[in-house]
């Protein structure tokens, strides 16, 4: 009879892991191992009792699978029912142990089906012998298309099973406080209670010195991913999503264990540095061709202008927030009270990441046909359709003369309007005077900084690159218009020994003379070389000599103020640029503004006392100026 019964109980306990109650399956094989062990003088019950123990084994097979499930979809129900199982196998410090060494083969095996996925995807055929490779021999053959959604779907993965091990620290923090409470209720049971606050203490160890563990690992994979591709030849704006994933990625590893990520740190930043000397070397050809197709004609901007208006400056103003990317977001934005981990405890995930939309923002930024706003267009327009203040005899169609010979046609209404709204233009005093040159230097500060916030380690580099620029247009605005050969003795003509020292280290850092390189020159110099840039020329339609056009004043004096007011913003930026800036660099920043304020002034004044002669010497002009 007691046969039958054991026998029964034994097909029981089979079904019952398939239902996932697998502390019933235990106590049931328990309770019958506990009977058999009664009649174990039977052969019969010896092997039904060795039958168990094959039983009991299979079960702990199973629940450990089911541990594993936890890795990457936390489930309360399910781990409780795990938990309760292993504690009534006496193994609760047993289960800990496994489920760490699960949460690390959940992040191998995470990123390579992810990149796999992708590198498969790309290929076009289900060939296995990506398979059969190592993870990092898998980064290689990622393409350029694929990596931004391949990295992105990376990092999603691995949320999940940072996630996970969060919400599993959450489980035994109340477990463990329910138990507390349990107990100061009810202290009958003191060995009980001690073996049950070793185990708690166990487990707790281990769940904190598993955090830093987790993330390691998780930087590792991340690392190995980064480095797997060269990025120098990405698009700017794909550059920064993958600066925002990163920076996203960092922020969780500091909440998750409070570090500062220098293994995450080191592999972009030596990926950014790559990047941005292609990205600034291409920005400075640019540079160049922009000034060498410059007229120096006014931009008509608004005289409300400011540079935090533009696109490239937005994230100067925007407040920080999980879900605008970390590349929009200030450097001295104030860090939100909930975690992400608070945030996404239940759902969603930080890595979707809002992509940069600019069709959604619009720049108020330049006057409409020279003026503010188009109600002030239409109402000068209505002022130019007004004949009051135009004399009578400029009205009629003709004008007699005294000799009373050869008609002459009146001055047309579009003549007038035309000086009408030239007076209009010369009325706006408070404009800033800049060219169209001057505002794409502006926008690519703004890049430069945007890419700053995000990845501060480089700062130093950046903001090198940034004086690289000003020192750029700066050389470009003295040599169009301040240089004279007749006058030169030293290669750059200058009285002022600042402004001598200036011009001649830029053009010793920064400019290409265009010699023909030595055959027999060094690797290092070529290399050198190709960290210069041509020097700029003045372009054709940009006329200098001539009297008529008055030397070039207007040009003159749009260029001058044009660098007065790209000076007047690098100050503007002076503080966040000092933010961002580490301790050990800011005597540059330091020596940067210190350099390029006087500068300024003294091409200004060459350039003024440069025009200054000819204007005078030239009769008609003399007459013009009287």
Same mark, same amino acid.
């Given at each position: 009879?007691?046969? &039958?019964?054991?026998?029964? +109980?034994?097909? %029981?306990?089979? #079904?019952?892991?398939? $239902?996932?109650?697998?502390?019933?399956?235990?106590?049931?094989?328990?309770?019958?191992?506990?009977?058999?062990?009664?009649?174990? *003088?039977?052969? &019969?019950? %010896?092997?039904?009792?060795?039958?168990?123990?094959?039983?009991?084994?299979?079960?702990?097979?199973?629940?450990d699978v089911a541990l594993s499930k936890i &890795?990457?979809?936390?489930?309360?129900? *399910?781990?409780?029912?795990?938990?309760?199982?292993?504690?009534?196998?006496?193994?609760?410090? @047993?289960?800990?142990?496994?489920? *760490?060494?699960? #949460?690390?083969?959940?992040i191998h095996n995470t990123v390579f089906q992810?990149?796999?996925?992708?590198? $498969?995807?790309?290929?076009?055929?289900? =060939? @296995?012998? #990506?398979?059969?490779?190592?993870?990092? +021999?898998?980064c290689t053959h990622i393409t350029s298309d694929s990596y931004i959604p391949c990295l992105a779907d990376l990092c999603k993965a691995l949320w999940e099973v940072?996630?996970?091990?969060?919400? @599993?620290?959450?489980?035994? $923090?109340?477990? +463990?406080?329910?138990?507390?409470?349990v107990v100061s209720s009810d202290g009958n049971n003191v060995i009980g209670t001690e073996e049950n606050c070793f185990d708690r203490n166990y487990v707790k160890k281990k769940l904190e010195h598993g955090l830093s563990r987790i993330w390691q690992d998780v930087q590792l994979k991340v690392k190995t991913y980064l480095l797997g591709t060269d990025l120098s030849n990405f698009k700017y704006d794909d550059f920064i999503f993958v600066l925002d994933v990163i920076s996203r990625l960092m922020q969780v590893g500091e909440e998750f264990c409070g570090s500062k990520s220098e293994v995450l740190q080191e592999s972009i930043r030596k990926q950014s540095v790559n990047y941005f000397k292609t990205y600034h070397r291409t920005r400075l050809e640019e540079l160049r061709m922009f000034l060498e197709n410059e007229t120096w004609e006014l931009c008509p901007v608004k005289s409300s202008f400011n540079i935090l208006q533009l696109h490239e400056f937005k994230f100067m103003e925007q407040s920080r927030s999980p879900s605008v990317s970390p590349s929009k977001q200030p450097a001295s934005a104030i860090s939100a009270t909930v975690t992400l981990f608070e945030q996404y405890c239940n759902g969603g995930n930080p890595f979707e990441i809002q992509a940069d939309s600019k069709d959604d923002e619009t720049e108020d930024v330049l006057a409409s046909n020279g003026y503010e706003s188009d109600e002030q267009e239409k109402s000068a327009y209505q002022e130019y359709d007004s004949d009051s =203040?135009?004399?009578?005899?400029?009205?009629? +169609?003709?004008? =007699?003369?005294q000799t009373g010979d050869a008609p002459i046609k009146s001055v047309s209404r579009e003549t007038l309007r035309s000086r009408k709204r030239s007076d209009y233009n010369l009325n706006k005093v408070n404009a800033p005077i800049l060219t169209n040159t001057t505002l794409n230097v502006i926008r690519l500060v703004g890049k430069y900084m945007q890419m700053m916030n995000i990845l501060k380690p480089i700062a130093f580099d950046v903001i090198h690159f940034m004086s690289q620029l000003f020192d750029y247009y700066l050389y470009a605005v003295y040599t169009f218009f301040g240089r004279n050969d007749t006058f030169e003795?030293?290669?750059?003509?200058? %009285?002022?020994?600042?402004?001598?020292?200036?011009?001649?280290?830029?053009?010793?850092?920064?400019?290409?003379?265009?010699?023909?390189? =030595?055959?027999?020159? @060094?690797?290092?110099?070529?290399? $050198?070389?190709k960290e210069k840039?041509? %020097?700029?020329?003045?372009?054709?339609?940009v006329v200098l000599t001539s009297g008529n056009l008055l030397y070039g004043l207007a040009e003159r004096v749009v260029a001058t103020e044009s660098l007065v007011f790209l000076a007047e913003q690098f100050e503007f930026l002076q503080p966040h640029l000092d933010a961002v800036m580490p301790a050990a660099k800011k005597p540059f920043l330091q020596q940067f503004y210190s350099q390029y304020q006087l500068p300024v002034n003294y091409v200004n004044q060459f350039i003024g006392l440069l025009l200054l002669k000819p204007l005078i010497m030239n009769k008609c002009c003399f007459s013009w100026l009287m």
């Open positions: 009879m007691l046969c &039958c019964a054991v026998t029964s +109980d034994e097909l %029981s306990i089979v #079904f019952y892991p398939k $239902e996932e109650d697998y502390p019933g399956a235990i106590q049931l094989c328990l309770e019958c191992q506990k009977a058999a062990s009664t009649f174990k *003088h039977y052969s &019969c019950i %010896s092997e039904l009792n060795s039958k168990l123990q094959d039983t009991l084994e299979q079960i702990e097979e199973q629940l &890795c990457k979809n936390f489930d309360i129900n *399910h781990y409780t029912k795990v938990q309760q199982a292993y504690r009534l196998l006496g193994k609760t410090q @047993t289960a800990m142990d496994q489920l *760490h060494m699960h #949460f690390t083969q959940a992810v990149v796999l996925g992708y590198v $498969e995807l790309c290929a076009g055929n289900t =060939d @296995t012998k #990506f398979q059969k490779l190592q993870y990092k +021999d898998l940072m996630l996970s091990y969060y919400r @599993t620290m959450q489980w035994h $923090e109340n477990h +463990d406080q329910d138990e507390a409470a =203040d135009v004399p009578e005899e400029l009205k009629r +169609d003709y004008v =007699d003369e003795s030293t290669g750059l003509g200058l %009285s002022s020994s600042r402004l001598r020292t200036t011009l001649n280290r830029i053009q010793e850092s920064l400019i290409d003379l265009e010699v023909s390189a =030595d055959p027999s020159g @060094t690797l290092t110099a070529a290399e $050198e070389r840039v041509p %020097s700029p020329h003045l372009s054709h339609l």
